[in-house]
T-cell receptor, first 108, second 113 residues
Framework: RKEVEQDPGPFNVPEGATVAFNCTYS??????FFWYRQDCRKEPKLLMS???SGNEDGRFTAQLNRASQYISLLIRDSKLSDSATYLC?????????FGAGTRLTVKP | DVKVTQSSRYLVKRTGEKVFLECVQD?????MFWYRQDPGLGLRLIYF???????EKGDIPEGYSVSREKKERFSLILESASTNQTSMYLC????????????FGPGTRLTVT
């Protein structure tokens, strides 16, 4: 079983749609969690950290469920510029583990 | 702004050659990482380093070695390149504390022929 699992997608949604991604992790001792965004042929960049209480940054909301060992990302009012691959990252003792990514395409 | 640079964006090498990939960060980060990224497999950790002269194997260290003689520089070495090492190689760095994220370099696309 992979340490971090994501639905690879692709998710194809119209502009303005709400889309949600989930990610599960196997190590219950994981300490911190992140969502990264990766554009085609570019390096991953931090989208947002994920806090236990959940957190929001504009149209993006991240949630963590430690009991069920999953994290989620919700994107509201999708924009064309949101098209990218979204990577879930789980950290334990600075050993950062990545999911394979979920590809999102937002269409006009 | 944190800056992580990698020595080459594109590299073509022949089978059996020794290959050096260099990574430099300018934010005094303790931790540095080397990943490879392949379609459908995501980022896989090759090696990471907690500090100078320290290294730990990741998930796929076979065929690779690393060197960290200075805090800002982390080198990945392919002792004898093979075609299955054709990939995108990404370097990253972060502060030692758990809550902080990684910063990535632009990547090196290596082709081994």
């Amino acid at each position: 079983r992979k340490e971090v699992e994501q639905d690879p997608g692709p998710f194809n949604v119209p502009e303005g749609a709400t889309v949600a991604f989930n990610c599960t992790y196997s190590n219950s001792a994981s300490q911190s969690f992140f969502w990264y965004r990766q554009d085609c042929r570019k390096e991953p960049k931090l989208l947002m950290s994920v806090y236990s209480s959940g957190n929001e940054d504009g149209r993006f909301t991240a949630q963590l469920n430690r009991a069920s060992q999953y994290i989620s990302l919700l994107i509201r009012d999708s924009k064309l510029s949101d098209s990218a691959t979204y990577l879930c990252v789980v950290n334990k003792n600075n050993d950062m583990r990545f999911g394979a990514g979920t590809r999102l395409t937002v269409k006009p | 702004d944190v800056k992580v640079t990698q020595s080459s964006r594109y590299l073509v090498k022949r089978t059996g050659e020794k290959v050096f990939l260099e990574c430099v960060q300018d934010m005094d980060h303790e931790n540095m990482f080397w990943y490879r990224q392949d379609p459908g497999l995501g980022l896989r950790l090759i090696y990471f380093s907690y500090d100078v002269k320290m290294k730990e194997k990741g998930d796929i260290p076979e065929g690779y070695s690393v060197s960290r003689e200075k805090k800002e520089r982390f080198s990945l070495i392919l002792e004898s390149a093979s075609t299955n090492q054709t990939s995108m190689y990404l370097c990253a760095s972060k502060m030692w504390t758990q809550k902080y994220e990684q910063y990535f370099g632009p990547g090196t696309r290596l082709t081994v022929t």
